[in-house]
């Protein structure tokens, strides 16, 4: 699953379309579409509705572990001519200095760009970077649940020095943003099988869930057992580890002393 | 490939900054303050990112040279390291370092002149005493030789100075520069082994034993003072044959009169280290074995460590003589 971020509805318009997202009826304070593999939500101009809206989303779907996240909005630009498209490879926040660095794992399908945000509108560009209004807010954010390697923003230039962001309308937005949707949907791909790599790598043993039910574990003795059911699911990844005197176990603690034994009697062997 | 240099912007205009930038000019360059912005943050995933690792180019301010954790030696007393980069482009599934930082990517520190002052320091500390420097710790000495010439420039200093030893620990093939030079006399380049098969799944993106072999005969030709490194040991049933088989390989190739020094050590982690490394790699069969915490480190149970330190030592001693044998202990 990936978790798309927008300021406006008319960003936003291109990939409900694109992706055939349906709107939640309950959405609460944001606008939150959604298809199988997709989830948006509209955050509004500024960090602070961008940090807001991802740490809104997030909470409302905790249980999904490391769902990639992906900021997309216009941008300015000195020189940059509208409609050119860019990926974050740094993120300032031009309030207090601070940066991000996205991790680039992803095969980047466009041009890479600093990215300042900026609680103004910008008209004078003076660094060679993008500017925008969100990214900083949605970075920090996203960065306190999910690995920054999952985490980007995408940009499309809608201003620069020549054509200045006060004659730029919704309609022209839509546009620019539903231009770069080959782009965005490449992003979107490498994301999402980077997310189930993840997934996969952390996932809980199957069977925990059967032994928690059947014997009583301590906290400490829940950690041991999920590590014990680890390792044997690497040692013996296709045997069945339910025996009769595995199942005779009266105590947690003796079903963790069945499997340490068990483990401890396999022959020792990397290749 | 190098798709991403992160520079510091302090150092931009370092010389080394400009000659290693030179050699990547498709490369992306991204400025920042400090490399620690992009090193040490949090939430990063080490795996992914050595999928498609950047470099980072910084400046290191102090600790250049530091003390090297006891029983880490081979023979002297005063032994140090320094780290001229951080983290390795080999991916080796039992090195500590996966567990150690956040980030795969690859620190080079580029102001060698602050680490040349340094180590020229610690030799002065002490004019009676043999001081040995380490370089290959937080990385393989050579691997990125290429690119950061950092041979070219350390071994003519410790050529000045004979109460010094370095030692250059790699499982590289990258001696190019070394046999354009003559033999530094108070240097050891010493290569990491363990056996093919092991290696063959544990040791990504290495260069074969073999290679590695050639390598060394080469460094032999020339009078290079060579080390053997077995360190970590790694266990499995029939470690016996296996060992048997690399020392035969390799003693037939080396010759002992090259060898400053052969060293084994076992494997070990600081429970922090591994536990994050499981985290990373909990399909890795190497970390479903015995291991148990032993003072303070994951190592094998005991009965295991022992009797294969004491199995390794034994073979070795059949090729070698006792004087040049040091065993790395991390219990000293």
């Known amino acids: 699953m990936i978790h798309l ?109 600093a990215l300042i945000t900026v609680d103004r509108a910008e008209y004078d560009f003076s660094a060679p970077a993008l500017y925008d209004m969100e990214a900083s807010g949605f970075y920090a954010t996203a960065i306190r649940f999910t690995p920054s390697e999952i985490i980007h923003c995408y940009k499309v230039i809608s201003d620069n020095l020549l054509q200045p962001a006060k004659i730029t309308s919704e309609h022209i937005v839509e546009q620019l943003i539903g231009n770069h949707i080959n782009t965005v949907n490449e992003i979107i791909t490498q994301s999402n099988r980077l997310s189930c790599q993840l997934q996969t790598i952390e996932s809980t043993p199957e069977d925990l869930d059967r032994f928690t039910k059947l014997w009583r574990f301590t906290g400490y003795e829940k950690n041991r057992l999920r590590l014990l059911l680890k390792r044997l699911a690497v040692l013996l990844p296709d045997e069945n580890l339910w025996n009769e005197s595995l199942e005779r176990s009266r105590t947690g603690k003796e079903v963790l002393t069945r499997l340490q034994q068990r483990i401890d009697n396999l022959p020792v062997r990397l290749i | 490939m190098i798709e991403t240099i992160y520079i510091e912007e302090e150092i931009k205009d370092h010389p080394k900054t400009r000659e290693i930038c030179s050699r990547f000019p498709q490369t992306r360059l991204i400025t920042c303050q400090y490399y620690g912005e992009i090193f040490n943050r949090k939430n990063q995933n080490f795996r992914m990112q050595k999928t498609r690792p950047a470099l980072i180019l910084a400046k290191k301010f102090k600790n250049f040279v530091l003390d090297a954790p006891a029983g880490y030696g081979i023979g002297g007393k005063r032994n140090f390291y320094f780290s001229h980069m951080l983290n390795c482009i080999y991916d080796c599934r039992y090195c500590f370092l996966q567990g150690m930082y956040r980030s795969a990517h690859y620190v080079i520190f580029v102001n060698y002149e602050d680490f040349a002052g340094a180590i020229v320091n610690k030799i002065n500390e002490s004019q009676q005493c043999n001081s040995y420097f380490f370089s290959g710790y937080d990385c393989d000495s050579l691997a990125l030789e290429p690119v950061t010439h950092f041979a070219d420039y350390y071994l003519p200093l410790f050529r000045q100075y004979s109460n010094a030893w370095v030692e250059l620990r790699t499982k590289s093939t990258q001696i190019r ?155 000293a």
């Open chain 2, 177 to 331: 520069s070394l046999l354009k030079i003559d033999p530094v006399p108070n240097c050891v380049i010493a290569f990491s082994f363990t056996p093919e098969e092991i290696s063959n799944v544990l040791e990504h993106g290495t260069p074969s034993i073999d290679k590695r072999l050639d390598a060394m005969v080469k460094l032999q030709q020339y009078d290079w003072k060579l080390g053997l490194r077995f360190d970590p040991l790694i266990y499995q049933d029939n470690y016996k044959e296996l060992y048997d088989k690399l020392f035969n390989t390799i003693f037939s190739k080396i010759s002992v009169e090259c060898l400053h020094s052969v060293s084994l050590g076992s494997l070990r982690f600081p429970e922090t280290y591994l536990r994050n490394i499981v985290r990373l790699y909990p399909d890795e069969k190497l970390f479903s074995g015995p291991l148990e915490k032993h003072h303070g480190m994951f190592t094998y149970y005991s009965h295991i460590e022992q009797s294969m330190l004491e199995y390794c030592k034994n073979s070795l001693s059949r090729y070698i003589p006792a004087d040049i044998f040091y065993s790395c202990d991390y219990a």
């Open chain 1, 5 to 113: 971020v927008t300021a406006l509805q008319c960003e936003a318009r291109p990939f409900i379309h694109y992706y055939h997202m349906k709107a939640l009826a309950n959405h609460g304070p944001f606008r939150i579409y959604e298809s199988d593999e997709v989830r948006l939500i509209v955050c509004g101009i500024g960090k602070v509705a961008a940090a807001a809206a991802t740490a809104y989303l997030h909470s409302a779907h905790v249980d999904e572990q490391n769902c990639a996240w992906l900021n997309i909005g216009i941008a300015g630009h000195a020189g940059k001519a509208v409609g050119e498209g860019s990926l974050a490879h740094k993120i300032t926040d031009a309030g207090n200095g601070e940066s991000w660095y996205p991790s680039l794992v992803l095969h980047a399908p466009c041009p890479t760009d």
